[in-house]
C-alpha cells in the first residue's frame, strides 16, 4: 500500500557493524593514518579543495564510519599534487594513503 | 541494571501534589483517538475512588498543537492557558490536572516563564481581562493525569481484579512503558522520577504486578512530533522514530506497552500497521502487534472494566491476546457494537498485521 | 620564636605547604579529616603524562612531611581571630593558635550519577575515573571483565551547565588518555574511544602522549560528548554521540564506559570558610585576590589558599602552589 | 669437452631465444622504430661506437671510477683479446698442442680448440707475450675484484650490491675459470682441465639466470637504446632488454640519495632490475614507488640503463581503482580568467606559480617584484590558486588522469594569449615541456628567464657580499641540465661557492613528490645529507630555484634558504 511516505534511513553511524576492512589494511602499510587530529589543514591547502568538497580529513572519517563508497567517490577529485603531504602537522604521508585507497 | 541507583533517583524525583479536589481538563485529541480513556479517568477516581474531580464545560485546548505548531504566538497560547485557570478559580479549584502531555508540558513552561518573568506575566493578565473580562489565577498544585493514576496506583490494586500477569504462565507480564516527551523532559523535577528514568509509569506497572522492560531506546521519541504528521511527505520520520523503537524493544518481547500521552499511543499502534504493511513484519507473537494503551485503559483492565467499554476496539492492534494473557473475559461480539447495542461498523481488514 | 601555621588539608598542596614552611622555620600544624595524608594522589596509581608511579611522589612527600606536627581524623570545627592572630578549635576538642592558616582543601570528584543520562550507579558497567584508577592498583573491579569495547566520557561534570559547572577541569583529558592507554595495556585487544569535545594537552609532554595514544595504541578519538546510556539485553552499554568532526550521530554497543569525573570544590570547609571570611567564585571554588600575582592570597590578611580549592590544577600545579604560599606564609609572618 | 659445449649451446640458444622474445614484445611501432634505426645512418653510428665504447673497451666505468674500469676492462676485455688471440694463433700455429682433441676431428672441435689451447706454451715471442699480458691482466683483475668484495672502500665503492647464492657461485666460478686454465696447461693434470671445462660450463649455463646476462644483452639494449625506445611495461620489451643489461655493478647503490640510510639501499635501482629480473612483483613495486625519481642512478649508470622510465611503468602497471573525475576544472575557466585579460600583445609574459610555490608565497612576491623592476608584460595565471600541472599524477603513473589537467591548462594557456610562459617550479617546468603541446610559446624556467632579462640588460641587479651555493634541482638539472643559467644569475648577485656534489650529480633535497612510501623521518636524513653536502665550502646561504627543495632544505639547513628569485630581488 502506498501511503505518500516510507521508512526514512537512520542517520546514526552504527559503529558495531560498521565494516573497517579498508581502514584496516591501510593502517597495517600505514601506521601514522591513526594520527590525524583533525586540524584541517589537507583540506585547507587542497588544490582540488579550491573547487570541490575534496577533504582528506573527511575521507579518513568516512572510512572509520562506513562510507567507503563516500571516500572513494571524493578520491576522484584528487590530483595526487601531494600539497596536502606538505602541510600536515602530523606528518601523515597522506599522498601514498590517498594512492593506497585506491588499490 | 542497578535497581538502587534508579530508586534513588525516584526517591530524589518525587513530586507534592495533593490527591483530592482537582479542576480536570480534557485533551483535544484523546477524546478522538481514545474515547474510552478520560471517562475511565473520571469514573475511577470519581466513583472507586471517591475523589472530587470537577469538570468545566467551558473549557477549551490549551492551544499547544498551535503553539508547537508556530501558528500562533507565545502570548496568545499563554491567554487561552489564563483563561482556563482562570475557570478554574471561578469554579472554586486551586488544583489544576490535565489529561494531555503537550498540555501538561505547555502548563509548566508557561508557570515556570511566569515566574522568571513577571512582566510577561503582567502583560497576559491584561490581555486576559482585554479579551476575556477574567480575573487572572495561578493553581497553587498541577499535575498531569498519571501523576494521579501514580498516585493513586496502590488504592487502585487493592481493587484489582487482573493483575498484569499472565494467567497461564503465571509470570508477570512485560511492559514497556513509554513516556510522553514534554511530561519531564523539559522540566525534570515537575514529572516523578525525573527525565531519564521516570516513575509515574513504571510505579503502576510494578503496583499492578507487571515486569518493566528498560530497553536502549527507551527514551527515544514515538515520533508524533506536531511538523512531521501534520505534514504527510514528513510522516516517514515520525514512522521511523516508532519503528526504531520497536526495533529495539522487540527481543524482550513485550505483552504491552503503557503510555501517558495522546500521541504516543496513537503512533505505537497505528505505525505498526503501517510498519507491517510496508515491510511486512510485526513485533507481537504469531502476526500480532504489541499494543499500546493508555494508563487508564490499563487501570481499567486490572480493575475489571469491560474490555470493549474502555473503548480498545479503537486500537488498531488487536487487544484479544493480552486480555487471554490477563485471563480478562470478553466477547468477541461486542467487540463493535456501541454503547446502544448499534453496529460500529468493522475495520477494514489489513493485509499483514492480525486484528482479530 | 617558632610560629604556628595552621594548614587544613593534608594533600598534595598542605603536604609541601608544610614541608617548606618546616625548612623556613616556621611550625606547621597539618589538620586532616581523613586517616591518611596523602589526599586524591594517594589513591591514583600512576601519573600522566610518563606514567609514573603516583605512590612514589607521596611516598617522598610523606618522607619530607614526617617531623610535621599532623592530626588525621580531625577537622576544624571553628576559628576565631583576633589580633594576636587565629584560635581554631579542632573536632578533637584540641585547641589551636596560628598565626596564619593556609587553605589547602583540594577538591572533591564530581558525583557522576548527577549526569544521569550516562546511567552510573544504575547501569552496570558505567564507572568513574576514580573507579578505573583503582582497577589499576589493585587489578579488581567487577564491572571489567576482558572488556573488547570501552568508552571513555570527557568533561562529565565539566563545561556543563547542566551541572552548574561551566569551567574546564583541566586533567581530566591528559587522565583520560592516560587511562585509555593503560587499559589498552591491560587488554590489548580492546578496542577503546575516548569521546572529547576538545582535547587540552596543556603541559610539557602531554601532546607527546596523545600522539602516543593515537599511534602505539591506536586508541580511537571522537569528538562528540556522549549524551545518552542505555543498557542492552546482555548488560552491554548502548551510547549515543554525535562524530562532531564528522556530523552525523554515533551509537555503539561498549562493555565498559569510564565517565572522566570533574573537580569540584571539596564543600566541607565552607563553614569555616565563611568563619574566615573568604568567598568563592562564580564556579563554585574560593576566590583569590589576584589570578597573576595574588593566586595564594584572599581577601583576608593571613589566609592564604593553595591548590586545587582555588581552581582545578594537576600535580605539578599544585605543588607550585604550595611552595609559593609557604614564600608567602613567610613574608607575611616576617612583615 | 663435453661440459664446455653444452654450456655454450646452451647459452647461445638462450640468447636468441631472448632476443627474439624481446623483440617480440616490442610494440608494432616501437619495432618499426627499431628495425629502422639499424640503416639510418647516424643511429648505426652511434651503434657502433658505443658497442666498441661501451660493451669492449667500458669507457663510462672508467670515466666514472678508473680502479672499477680497470677492473671490468681487465676481465672482460682481457678474456675477449685472449679469445681473439687465441683463433689468431689457431689459425696461425697449427698443428695445435691441445690436450683432448688427440683423435677428435671434425667441425666441433674447431670451435673449443682454442679453448684448450695450450696458448702459454708457445714458443712465438710475440703471442707468449700478449698471452701472458692477458692472462696477468686478467688475474689482476680477479685480484682487484676479490679485494673489492672483501674491503670495497679501496676501490672508493661503500656500498656493493649484494647477491644471491647463484650470483656469488657464477663470479667464483668466473673467477676460477683463468687460474684452473693456468694450473690445467701448468700440470696437464687432467683433472685440472675437466675442473677448467665444468667450471666454462658452469658459468655459461648460470649466466642467463644472474648478472652476467649483462654480457650478451648489453648490445642489443644499445641498439634499442639508439632506436629512440621508451620502456611502456615494466617487465617487457625494451624493459626486459634493459633488465638483462643490468650488470648490479652497484654503482648506483652509492649515488642513490637513499643509501644515506643503510636499510634504504636496498631501495636502489640495483636491486630494482634485480627484483623485476627475478620476477619479485611485490618488491618491485614497493621499489618503484619508494623511488624519489631524482634520476642520479640513471647518470651514474655505466650501461645507461633508464631505470627511473622502467619505474614509471611499474607504478602504472599498478591498478587505479577509482575513475578519476576532474570534470569539475571545465567550470573554472572564467574563474582563473578573472585574473588576466586577454592581451594582443605579443611580449605577454604568464607566470604559473604551480602547486608548491603556492605554499611558498615569497618566491610568488619576487617573480612579481623581479617583473615589475624588468618592466615586463606579463599575468599571474594562478594569483587565486590553479590547478595542478599533472607532473604528481605522472609521477603515480596515471598518465591518463593527468591529460585532464594538461588539457585544462592548455586551454587557458593559450588564451591567455601569452608568448612566453614562465614557472618556477621545476616540476612544473618538467611536465610542461615533456608533456604540453603550447606551440608558438616559449617555456622557460624562472632561473632562465631571470638570466636572460638580466643579460637583456632588462633587469639591473647589484653584486652583493654574499657567499651562495646553488643546489640543482633534479627535474631542473638532471633532467634538461639546466645548471649553466642559475649560476651565472647568482654570480651576478654575489658569490657562488661550490657543492661536493655539483650539477649532474646533485644530490635530491628528499622532499620529491617522487616517492610515496619514505617517511618523514626518512626524507628528513636525505635531507641532511644533501644540506652536508651544500655545506661543503661553507656559504653563507643556500640557493634553490625550486619551491619543494625550498620548503624541505629550511627543515634542516643551518643556514638561511632561499630561492634564486629571492635573492636576486635583495640585489636589485
Redesign the interface.
Known amino acids: 500500500m502506498d501511503f505518500g511516505f516510507c521508512l526514512s534511513p537512520s ?6 557493524t560498521v565494516d573497517l576492512t579498508t581502514f584496516n589494511r591501510l ?1 597495517e602499510t600505514n ?2 593514518i ?5 586540524c584541517g589543514s589537507c583540506t585547507a591547502t587542497c588544490t582540488a579543495g579550491n573547487f570541490t568538497e575534496m577533504s582528506f ?2 575521507i579518513l ?2 572510512l ?2 562506513g562510507k567507503e563508497d563516500e571516500a572513494k567517490k571524493m578520491i576522484q577529485r584528487c590530483m595526487l599534487c601531494g600539497k596536502c603531504t606538505l602541510v600536515c602537522p ?1 606528518g601523515i604521508n597522506i599522498r601514498k594513503i590517498l594512492l593506497d585507497i585506491t588499490r | ?2 535497581i ?3 530508586q ?2 525516584w526517591a530524589d524525583y518525587q513530586k507534592d501534589i495533593p490527591d483530592d479536589h482537582y479542576f480536570y481538563v480534557r485533551s483535544c485529541i484523546r477524546q478522538a483517538f481514545w474515547p474510552g480513556s478520560e471517562v475511565t479517568f473520571l469514573d475511577i477516581t470519581r466513583n472507586k475512588l471517591g475523589k472530587d474531580f470537577y469538570e468545566n464545560p467551558y473549557h477549551t485546548t490549551c492551544g499547544g498543537i498551535a503553539y508547537h505548531s508556530d501558528t500562533i504566538p507565545q502570548e496568545t497560547a499563554m491567554t487561552i492557558i489564563a483563561r482556563q485557570f482562570a475557570l478554574m478559580k471561578e469554579s472554586g479549584y486551586e488544583n489544576y490536572v490535565c489529561s494531555c502531555i503537550t498540555s501538561f508540558g505547555c502548563y509548566t513552561e508557561t508557570l515556570e516563564t511566569w515566574h522568571e518573568y513577571p512582566e510577561l506575566e503582567a502583560k497576559i493578565r491584561q490581555y486576559l481581562w482585554d479579551s476575556c473580562k477574567k480575573e487572572f489565577a495561578k493553581p497553587k498544585y498541577l499535575a498531569h493525569a498519571s501523576d494521579l493514576i501514580y498516585k493513586f496506583r496502590f488504592e487502585i490494586a487493592k481493587q484489582m481484579k487482573f493483575p498484569l500477569v499472565n494467567v497461564k504462565t503465571g509470570k508477570p507480564l512485560k511492559v514497556v512503558e513509554h513516556i510522553g516527551c514534554h511530561y519531564s523532559k523539559m522540566f525534570p523535577s515537575k514529572g516523578f522520577g ?4 521516570p516513575h509515574v509509569l513504571v510505579g503502576m506497572i510494578e503496583a499492578w504486578g507487571g515486569e518493566v522492560v ?6 527515544q521519541c514515538c515520533g508524533f512530533g506536531f511538523r512531521q504528521y501534520f505534514v504527510q511527505a514528513n510522516r516517514g520520520y515520525s514512522e521511523s522514530n516508532t519503528h526504531k523503537k520497536f526495533e529495539s524493544m522487540e ?2 518481547e513485550p505483552d504491552l506497552i503503557i503510555t501517558n500521552c495522546p500521541g504516543c499511543p496513537y503512533f505505537l499502534d497505528r505505525w505498526q500497521y503501517v510498519i507491517a504493511e510496508q515491510t511486512g513484519k510485526t513485533y507481537g507473537k504469531n502476526g500480532y502487534g504489541i499494543p499500546a494503551l493508555t494508563y487508564e485503559e490499563v487501570a481499567g483492565l486490572v480493575m475489571g472494566y469491560d474490555p470493549w467499554d474502555l473503548g480498545l476496539q479503537m486500537h488498531q492492534v488487536a487487544i484479544e491476546p493480552l486480555l487471554e494473557k490477563m485471563g480478562i473475559p470478553y466477547d468477541p461480539k461486542k467487540k463493535y457494537q456501541g454503547l446502544n447495542g448499534k453496529d460500529l461498523g468493522q475495520p477494514m481488514c489489513p493485509s499483514c498485521i492480525k486484528s482479530v | 620564636m617558632k610560629e604556628n601555621i595552621l594548614i587544613i588539608g593534608g594533600g598534595a598542596a598542605g603536604m609541601e605547604a608544610a614541608t617548606q614552611l618546616q625548612k623556613m622555620g616556621l611550625t606547621p600544624i597539618i589538620v586532616e579529616k581523613s586517616e591518611a595524608l596523602g589526599g586524591h594522589i594517594a589513591q591514583w596509581d600512576r601519573l600522566f603524562p610518563a606514567f609514573h608511579p603516583a605512590k612514589d611522589v607521596v611516598d617522598q612527600m610523606l618522607e619530607q612531611v614526617k617531623g610535621v606536627k599532623t592530626y588525621l581524623n580531625t577537622e576544624v570545627a571553628d576559628i576565631q581571630r583576633d589580633n594576636d592572630g587565629f584560635h581554631a578549635i579542632l573536632s578533637n576538642n584540641e585547641k589551636i593558635d596560628a598565626k596564619a592558616v593556609v587553605l589547602a582543601t583540594g577538591f572533591d570528584v564530581f558525583k557522576a ?1 548527577r549526569k ?2 550516562y ?6 558497567n558505567v564507572m568513574t575515573s576514580v573507579e578505573l584508577e583503582k582497577f589499576f592498583r589493585t587489578g579488581k573491579d567487577a564491572r571489567i571483565n576482558n572488556p573488547k569495547k570501552i568508552g571513555f566520557v570527557h568533561c562529565v561534570g565539566a563545561r556543563d551547565v547542566k551541572v552548574c559547572n561551566t569551567y574546564c577541569s583541566k586533567v581530566c583529558c591528559t587522565t583520560a588518555l592516560k587511562q585509555a592507554c593503560e587499559i589498552k595495556e591491560v587488554f590489548p585487544d580492546a578496542e577503546v574511544y575516548t569521546f572529547y569535545m576538545d582535547l587540552r594537552m596543556f603541559g610539557p609532554g602531554y601532546e607527546d602522549l ?2 602516543k595514544t ?2 602505539d595504541f ?1 586508541v ?1 578519538c571522537v ?1 562528540g560528548r556522549v549524551c ?1 546510556v ?4 546482555d ?1 552491554r552499554l ?1 551510547i ?1 554521540a554525535e ?1 562532531t ?2 556530523g ?6 561498549l562493555d565498559v564506559l569510564v565517565l572522566m569525573c570533574s573537580m569540584e570544590k571539596n564543600k566541607s570547609i565552607d563553614a569555616i570558610q565563611q568563619k574566615l571570611g573568604v568567598a568563592n567564585n562564580s564556579d563554585g571554588f574560593m576566590q583569590i585576590k589576584n589570578m597573576y600575582l595574588g593566586m595564594n592570597d584572599t581577601a583576608q590578611d593571613g589566609v592564604f589558599v593553595a591548590g586545587a580549592c582555588t581552581a582545578p590544577k594537576s600535580l605539578p600545579d599544585t605543588i607550585g602552589e604550595a611552595r609559593s604560599v609557604a614564600t608567602q606564609v613567610f613574608n607575611y609572618i616576617n612583615r | 669437452m663435453l661440459p664446455f659445449v653444452l654450456g655454450m649451446a646452451f647459452v647461445l640458444t638462450y640468447c636468441v631465444v631472448g632476443l627474439l622474445r624481446v623483440i617480440a614484445q616490442l610494440p608494432k611501432d616501437d619495432r618499426k622504430q627499431f628495425w629502422r634505426s639499424l640503416v639510418t645512418p647516424k643511429t648505426a653510428w652511434a651503434n657502433i661506437r658505443d658497442l666498441f665504447g661501451d660493451c669492449l673497451f667500458h669507457v663510462k666505468i672508467w670515466k666514472r671510477n678508473p680502479v672499477l674500469g680497470y677492473m671490468h676492462s681487465a676481465i672482460a676485455f682481457g678474456w675477449f683479446m685472449i679469445i681473439v688471440i687465441g683463433h689468431i694463433m689457431l689459425f696461425t700455429l697449427k698443428p695445435l698442442q691441445n690436450v683432448e682433441v688427440q683423435g677428435f676431428e671434425g667441425m666441433f672441435t674447431n670451435f673449443y680448440y682454442p679453448i684448450f689451447y695450450k696458448f702459454f706454451a708457445t714458443e712465438t715471442p710475440v703471442f707468449a707475450f700478449l698471452m701472458d699480458f692477458f692472462l696477468l691482466m686478467i688475474i689482476s683483475g680477479i685480484l682487484i675484484a676479490v679485494v673489492k668484495k672483501i674491503y670495497s672502500k679501496i676501490v672508493g665503492v661503500k656500498r656493493v650490491t649484494k647477491f644471491g647464492l647463484a650470483d656469488n657461485m657464477i663470479r667464483f666460478a668466473l673467477w676460477t675459470i683463468f687460474p684452473l686454465r693456468l694450473l690445467a696447461e701448468k700440470t696437464n693434470i687432467m683433472g685440472f682441465w675437466w675442473a677448467y671445462s665444468i667450471d666454462l660450463c658452469i658459468f655459461m649455463c648460470m649466466l642467463p639466470f644472474t648478472r652476467y646476462m649483462h654480457i650478451p644483452t648489453e648490445a642489443l639494449f644499445i641498439l634499442l637504446r639508439h632506436a629512440g625506445l621508451n620502456a611502456r611495461e615494466p617487465r617487457k620489451g625494451y624493459a626486459l632488454a634493459q633488465i638483462y643489461s643490468c650488470p648490479s655493478c652497484g654503482l648506483c647503490i652509492d649515488a642513490c640519495p637513499m643509501s644515506v640510510n643503510d636499510k634504504n639501499s636496498g631501495n636502489t635501482s640495483a636491486y630494482f632490475m634485480k627484483k623485476l629480473r627475478n620476477a619479485d612483483d611485490a618488491e618491485a613495486k614497493r621499489i618503484a614507488e619508494t623511488c624519489l625519481m631524482c634520476g642520479k642512478c640513471v647518470m651514474v649508470c655505466p650501461v645507461s640503463i633508464e631505470s627511473c622510465d622502467i619505474k614509471f611503468s611499474q607504478r602504472a602497471a599498478v591498478p587505479y581503482n577509482i575513475n578519476s573525475d576532474h570534470s569539475y576544472l571545465d567550470v573554472i575557466s572564467t574563474e582563473t580568467q578573472r585574473s588576466g585579460e586577454i592581451l594582443s600583445n605579443n611580449n605577454k609574459v604568464l607566470y604559473f606559480a604551480g602547486c608548491m610555490t603556492q605554499l611558498t608565497p615569497k618566491i610568488m612576491r619576487s617573480m612579481k617584484q623581479i617583473m615589475e623592476s624588468a618592466g615586463e608584460n606579463y599575468d599571474f595565471m594562478d594569483k587565486d590558486g590553479g590547478i595542478c600541472c599533472g607532473r604528481p599524477m605522472l609521477l603515480s603513473g596515471k598518465t591518463a588522469e593527468a591529460q585532464a589537467m594538461i588539457a585544462k591548462n592548455t586551454e587557458l594557456i593559450k588564451k591567455s594569449g601569452a608568448k612566453k610562459l614562465v614557472l618556477s617550479c621545476p616540476i612544473c617546468y618538467k611536465v610542461f615541456k615533456d608533456e604540453y603541446h603550447l606551440e608558438g610559446i616559449e617555456i622557460q624556467h624562472h632561473t632562465q628567464y631571470i638570466d636572460e632579462l638580466i643579460k637583456k640588460g632588462k633587469l639591473k641587479v647589484n653584486k652583493g657580499e654574499v657567499n651562495y651555493v646553488y643546489h640543482d634541482p633534479c627535474e631542473l638539472g638532471r633532467a634538461f641540465g639546466v645548471y649553466d643559467e642559475p649560476r651565472e644569475v647568482i654570480e651576478n648577485v654575489g658569490n657562488l661557492k661550490k657543492a661536493k656534489s655539483e650539477k649532474e650529480l646533485s644530490i635530491c633535497c628528499g622532499g620529491s613528490l617522487g616517492s610515496f612510501n619514505l617517511t618523514q623521518q626518512e626524507r628528513d636524513e636525505i635531507t641532511e645529507n644533501s644540506v652536508n653536502d651544500l655545506m661543503f665550502n661553507n656559504p653563507e646561504q643556500i640557493v634553490t630555484a625550486c619551491p619543494l627543495c625550498l620548503k624541505t632544505f629550511v627543515r634542516k639547513s643551518p643556514v638561511a634558504v632561499k630561492d634564486i628569485a629571492e635573492v636576486v630581488v635583495e640585489n636589485i
Open positions: 542517520s546514526h553511524v552504527k559503529m558495531d593502517k601506521p601514522d591513526n594520527t590525524c587530529i583533525a580529513r573527511r572519517l568516512m572509520q564510519r602530523r | 541494571m542497578i538502587e541507583g534508579k534513588k533517583i525525573g527525565a531519564e528514568y528498560d530497553y536502549p531506546e527507551r527514551r527481543p524482550y | 550519577e544521569q543520562e546511567g552510573y550507579g544504575i547501569y552496570n596523545y600522539l593515537q599511534k591506536d580511537k569528538r545518552e542505555s543498557e542492552d539485553m548488560g548502548v549515543k562524530d568532526l564528522f552525523k550521530p554515533l551509537k555503539m554497543t
